[in-house]
T-cell receptor, first 114, second 113 residues
Framework: KAGVTQTPRYLIKTRGQQVTLSCSPI?????VSWYQQTPGQGLQFLFE???????NKGNFPGRFSGRQFSNSRSEMNVSTLELGDSALYLC?????????????FGPGTRLLVL | KQEVTQIPAALSVPEGENLVLNCSFT??????LQWFRQDPGKGLTSLLL?????REQTSGRLNASLDKSSGRSTLYIAASQPGDSATYLC????????????FGTGTRLTVIP
């Protein structure tokens, strides 16, 4: 069974632009979560989607948004990019939205904002 | 707010040595604890998941224990190998009604051949 896939793997943008990242969960998984990883802040939770509904949201500004499609694929969007948005963006999928589920991570999208 | 701490931040050991990585969390009302491995520039690989009702889990040379009441977990790696070199992260779900993973800052392990 294929793992979690993320596209693109690498991205370079300039300040003020917007970006869309994509995540395809493991087949059959219905929950997708997004995390941001930076050297200074470590791994921080962005949001979680389950059955096309946002279930939980971390402490990030409204420039960060996401959605989930009926096939469970998810996208996250960052508008008006800032230098501090440079990070590795990871998505994780799990079978359900329960708190006892194992979460499986994708390889990440590395975003560089110049 | 749940806070997760990992000690030490970095560890260097000779090949073949047994080692222990530590993880502590401030809110003991967790649902589970998961250990991950991250290779440089890569995503996270799940190693072990311990449910809150469990005390330990084992997979090959890895053994993870959980003491929920004291807010601690340890990851024991037996007979370390150079291929074990990576950053090890622990993460918990739960505490304050949250449904997301709270991560520690990781322990960077180097196994010297």
């Amino acid at each position: 069974k294929a793992g979690v896939t993320q596209t693109p793997r690498y991205l370079i943008k300039t300040r003020g632009q917007q970006v869309t990242l994509s995540c395809s969960p493991i087949s059959g998984h219905r929950s997708v979560s997004w995390y941001q990883q930076t050297p200074g802040q470590g791994l921080q939770f962005l949001f979680e989607y389950f059955s096309e509904t946002q279930r939980n949201k971390g402490n990030f500004p409204g420039r960060f948004s996401g959605r989930q499609f009926s096939n469970s694929r998810s996208e996250m969007n960052v508008s008006t990019l800032e230098l501090g948005d440079s990070a590795l963006y990871l998505c994780a999928s799990s079978l359900g939205s329960g708190r006892r589920e194992t979460q499986y991570f994708g390889p990440g999208t590395r975003l560089l904002v110049l | 707010k749940q806070e997760v701490t990992q000690i030490p931040a970095a560890l260097s050991v000779p090949e073949g040595e047994n080692l222990v990585l530590n993880c502590s969390f401030t809110d003991s009302a967790i649902y589970n604890l998961q250990w991950f491995r991250q290779d440089p520039g890569k995503g996270l690989t799940s190693l072990l998941l311990i449910q809150s009702s469990q005390r330990e889990q084992t997979s090959g040379r890895l053994n993870a224990s959980l003491d929920k009441s004291s807010g601690r977990s340890t990851l024991y790696i037996a007979a370390s190998q150079p291929g074990d070199s990576a950053t090890y992260l622990c993460a918990v779900i739960g505490g304050a009604g949250a449904n997301n993973l709270f991560f520690g800052t990781g322990t960077r392990l180097t196994v010297i051949p």
